[in-house]
Nanobody
Framework: QVQLVESGGGLVQLGGSLRLSCAAS????????MAWYRQAAGKQRELVAS???????NYADSVKGRFTISIDNTKSTVYLQMTSLKPEDTAVYYC????????WGQGTQVAVSS
């Protein structure tokens, strides 16, 4: 079992920045990939960014150049640095950890005001 605890969400103005954190605990040695998803009201959940334990990352086209995912293996924590935020980035952001199954965090709200 893997437990995920997210933090760092909040309300920010257009063009602002936020950093989300996700701390993993439990059976962390089996984690191969960690990722951030988001779900806006009335929309489907979408992948924002993912990163392997080796540091290989991928991003959704909508966030490329604005968001950066990173991982600190010593702390079993993954981060999502979000800059140049737009109202369309408003969503609940979820952290995931992938082993033989996928674990989800409880989600953290990000709201961007115009």
């Amino acid at each position: 079992q893997v437990q995920l605890v997210e933090s760092g969400g909040g309300l920010v103005q257009l063009g602002g920045s936020l950093r989300l954190s996700c701390a993993a605990s439990g059976s962390i040695f089996g984690i191969s990939v960690m990722a951030w998803y988001r779900q806006a009201a009335g929309k489907q959940r979408e992948l924002v960014a993912s990163i392997t334990r080796g540091g290989t990352s991928n991003y959704a086209d909508s966030v490329k150049g604005r968001f950066t995912i990173s991982i600190d293996n010593t702390k079993s924590t993954v981060y999502l640095q979000m800059t140049s935020l737009k109202p369309e980035d408003t969503a609940v952001y979820y952290c995931t950890a992938h082993t033989s199954r996928t674990y989800w965090g409880q989600g953290t709200q990000v709201a961007v005001s115009s």
